[in-house]
């Protein structure tokens, strides 16, 4: 049956892929609510906003009344959260606005969904039923996996290296939280780095791409040899997609693409499909600058999705090396999308370097 998803966060990178998924394979109806800070951009939705069956809402997470007007008019079956101050560096200049919007931006949320649901539990038993709030994370709460073997589980103890990652595993305490102590019908997903289409260019993979194609050299933070295990967009949302409408209740779902690869390897393989599609006399490797680390950068992430394919069925369906040529491929068909954006809020400048 169809059903009424609210995505928070729905013009950001993950989101509007949420959002494009939702309404291109299937009838349900989509209600994007997002602040449109610097990195949300309603251009990522230009192929779905004229569905009948999408509505943008400008709001703030943090504004507790506009939230609870946006659940009274549009009676959602399904909260996606996936609103929040996303970028380590960033959190390495300004870490407040990361407790803000992720912390407080959440439980604001949550007190919302709450209230919500207990009211549809006299007026829309039904309905109340079938309420899910699911609560998008990211790997880095797991801290480091230096020095081991091991990939994160479900199980993993958290351990956050950087104020980004810290207040993201404060919003995953308190999901659980509500769902021990209020019974809220919440799910929670860990996902491991996401990249493809639509990814705002201050994060490393179209960072690269668009600084080559500007003969700019190409920043690899220290050694570049930090492992991060790579998962492309697309594959991400149909993952979400699983898990807010076949998860269980009070369950956590690790996702990842089953691509560990060091940062300067990626960024090579950049270079060489760069080379490939637009050549250059010498070598887009010749760009690679190593420059000052990332204070307290982890070393190494990598994910066991192995829960979410026994238990849902998933799988990623993208190899690295297809999802990086689809990724490299769409930079360069859609030069309007990212000059608008290098045009405006972010020019390609070093954040979170001095602390």
């Known amino acids: 049956m169809p059903k009424t998803f609210l995505i928070t966060g729905g013009a950001g990178f993950i989101g509007s892929a949420v959002v494009r998924e939702l309404i291109a394979k299937a009838d349900h109806r989509v209600v994007n609510v997002d602040k449109l800070t610097y990195a949300g951009n309603l251009e990522s939705l230009s192929t779905v906003e004229s569905s009948d ?59 919302t969904a709450r209230n919500y649901w207990k009211a549809l539990q006299e007026s829309a038993p039904q309905k109340a039923a079938g309420f899910r709030f699911h609560h998008i994370s990211s790997d880095e709460v797991y801290g480091d996996l230096v020095g081991t073997e091991d990939l994160f589980t ?73 492992i991060r295990d790579w998962l492309y967009v697309e594959d991400h949302a149909r993952a979400l997609l699983k898990v807010a409408t076949e998860g269980k209740v009070g369950e956590t779902y690790n996702i990842g693409g089953h691509n560990e690869k060091a940062n300067l390897e990626v960024v090579e393989t950049l270079c060489d499909l760069l080379q490939e599609q637009v050549p250059k006399e010498g070598s887009y490797r010749d760009l690679i600058t190593f420059v000052k680390d990332r204070p307290g950068h982890d070393l190494r992430y990598a994910i066991d999705a192995g829960k979410i394919e026994r238990e849902l069925g998933w799988r990623p369906e993208e190899t690295f090396e297809t999802g990086l040529r689809k990724t490299v491929q769409w930079y360069l068909n859609n030069q309007h999308w990212w000059q608008r954006v290098l045009d405006g809020s972010y020019q390609g400048e070093r954040l979170g370097a001095s602390v």
């Open 53 to 111: 069956r999408y509505t943008f809402v400008q709001a703030d997470i943090c504004d507790a009344p506009a939230m609870q007007q946006v659940f009274e008019q549009h009676q959602p079956d399904i909260v996606m959260h996936l609103a929040a101050e996303s970028h380590v560096d960033r959190s390495i200049d300004g870490p407040a606005e990361f407790i803000q919007t992720n912390v407080v931006g959440t439980t604001v949320l949550l007190e």
């Open 154 to 226: 479900e199980e993993t103890p958290y351990a956050p290296s950087s104020p980004y990652s810290a207040s993201k595993a404060s919003s995953d305490h308190l999901v659980r939280a509500w769902q021990r102590t209020f019974g809220l019908p919440a799910l929670i997903t860990n996902c491991s780095n996401n990249y493809g289409p639509y990814h705002f260019p201050e994060k490393l993979i179209p960072l690269m791409i668009l600084n080559a194609l500007a003969g700019k050299p190409l920043p690899v933070y220290g050694n570049g040899q930090q």
